[in-house]
């Protein structure tokens, strides 16, 4: 067999280190974790923005892109950022600064988009070659100073520029516009809040550096988010979330009730919840009414426009709009909880979690250290002008020798430092001088300037050695700022408590839907069995009673019961008693008399409408909305008198459906059959007359369409077509004709 060998391996080179995997992953790990914690997902504490925020606006102030200027193509200014200062994708560069145009999305807006930036309802902005941009008046706001020391600067990513750690930040950004990402580790969920409210809390510290949150809070009531809503966390959760730094808000959609008049109404939508994209919560809404789990949701459509309007349309006109939206809150994104995690970077570059006033006396620290540097930025100005003018003022008093030495010396420029002991700087300064800028006028010009310099110069010496002096400016600054900011700090989020609904109101709007046959005797007993009853036979009574209605139903519905004094009762069909015994009398749970009886039990459907009639022959239309009353009297819908009297008491209670004939037969064997537009539709009253009769009243009706045809019953249960039906066609009101041979005995279309 032969032998193989192994060739041994290379020697190492430079760049190959040897060492366990474990420390190789976890020391690149750790790299990797600190780049996303300090470079991408956290903000920092001070001008509230992250990396590729700050570049986005420090580039577009390199390109003059102010409010007062015109706006640049988008893809223009992605390419500068890229290019210069962010060595990323320009998607995502792109993204930035989309978000940072949204006004729905950012309470304070920095960039100024033209073209199509997205909207409320989730769709994307159009490519950036569409769009441009430029700066806000807040984004100036933040910039301001930046050219003069304010704040340090960095190499860019190539070294080939600076670029700054942080903005000057005219106001606590941070918690103006709020900030989310998620880090290695860690996360950061911060709320937008009013610029106005926390420039009040900022005034308040200066004041009174020990104030307490809960006293910064009679300024800062809460989140103030950029799509409004209405905030119903308790005060006392918002003390605790800020005084922590962790918490959550729960926010809901503010709504409105427009009554449609006949007691109908409409629920309005004008604004949802902050980050809640509005196709998404519509597709929510109804994916609950397909899912049957919304059962006093009715239909949900959008109206808006320009600004928010979905519709929300009630089952029933008898559900509380309180109960209705209560339960909405419940199931869908009406109302969510802003999760709240205060997760920043101090100054040094450190994250952790900060309270609300801990944010505010690091972001007005950095005030003050801002207006400090450019403080002595402009000292710095101050001195060198000055160090100027005192060598022109030199010149101005010995003009004659300066006049001299310029024009017959060699070298004047020597000469002059030498003669007047001056640097270099005032002999440039002075050869530099024009011949008209000796005049006398121009040298008074130099001696004001000199003072106000000079002035100036002692005003901020003295400044800088007296820190209540600098607290004072900083305040001054946040004053001007709010000024600036006037129109965009009117609270669009407001504050309220979350409505106490009855329990059995909001338990009602959660009913599981299930099928149920509803059971009442002849004498009165009522009870629910769950299913379907296949078979009525082997229903059990008390003795004496027997089966009067068998109604299949829903736990949701509810049961509309008519009695013949024309009055409606309503019962919700998941309250009725179970079914394991003989039910409970039905003129415990409504206030019926023993002499009126029943004449329809049915449940109800919303848009049914139907035929109610009394014996004397007159009748209307009534939509069984209107029918719909949980008191135990009942509501008076038919004026058909009194039941136990002759000739006295409704007579019909026919479902119309979609039929367009309406056929009636009297005590006296006649029919009439007419359209069933002739018949008003009503809410409540006598109606009109069906027909007319000389001796008895109304026996019956039946609702047929003109293609169906009419069919009759019998007491066996054949039915019959009459296909000749149109011989009794005449007008409403009319005597009709005797009912032709075969037709039931008992003068009836259906059995009772």
Known sequence: MATTTTAPPPPPGDRIIDEPLSEALSRRYLAYALSVITDRALPDVRDGLKPVQRRVLYAMREMRLNPENAARKCAKVVGEVMGGYHPHGDQSIYDTLVRMAQSFAQRYPQVDGQGNFGNIDGDNAAAMRYTEAKLTVAATLLLEGIEEDAVDFKPTYDGSDDEPVVLPAGFPNLLANGSTGIAVGMATSIPPHNAGELIDACLLLLDQPDASTDALMTHVQGPDFPTGGVIVEPRSSLLNTYETGRGGVRVRARWTKEDLGKGTYQIVITEIPYQVRKADLIEGLAELIDAKKAPLLGDVRDESAEDVRVVLEPKSRNVEPEVLMESLFKLSDLETRFSVNLNVLDARGTPGVMGLKQALVAFLDHRR????????????????????????????????????????????????????????????????????????????????????????????????????????????????????????????????????????????????????????????????????????????????????????????????????????????????????GHGEPLRLMIDLDDKVGLLDVFPHKPGAKRVLASKAGYGFILPEEEAIAFRRAGKQVLNAGDPSKKGEGAAVCLLLGNADQLAVIGDNGKILVFPTNELPEMPRGKGVKLQSYREGGLRDALAFTETDGMTTVDPSGRTRAWPEWKEWLGKRAGAGKLAPKGFPATKRFRPK
């Open 369 to 580: 250290e801002v207006l400090v540097r450019r403080a002595r930025h402009r000292l710095a100005k101050i001195e060198a002008r000055l160090h100027i003018l005192d060598g022109l003022l030199i010149a101005y008093l010995n003009l004659d020798e300066v006049i001299r030495i310029v024009r017959y010396e060699e070298n004047p420029k020597d000469k002059l430092i030498e003669t007047f002991s001056l640097s270099d700087l005032q002999a440039d300064a002075i050869l530099n001088t024009r011949l008209r800028q000796l005049a006398r006028l121009e040298e008074m010009e130099l001696r004001r300037e000199h003072a106000e310099l000079a002035e100036e110069r002692d005003g901020i010496v003295s400044m800088l050695a007296n820190d209540k002096a600098q607290w004072k400016l900083v305040g001054q600054g946040l004053k001007h700022t709010k000024a600036k900011l006037k129109d965009l700090n009117v609270r669009r989020s407001s504050f309220a408590d979350a409505p106490q609904i009855d329990t059995e109101a909001a338990l009602e709007a959660m009913i599981v839907r299930e099928p149920i046959t509803i059971i009442l005797s002849e004498r009165g007993w009522i009870r629910a069995a769950k299913g379907r009853v296949e078979d009525p036979s082997e229903l059990k009574f008390k003795e004496g009673d027997k089966l009067q209605f068998l109604v299949p139903a829903e736990t949701t519905d509810k049961l509309l019961i008519f009695a013949s004094d024309g009055r409606f009762f309503t019962l919700a069909c998941d309250k009725l008693p179970g079914a394991r």
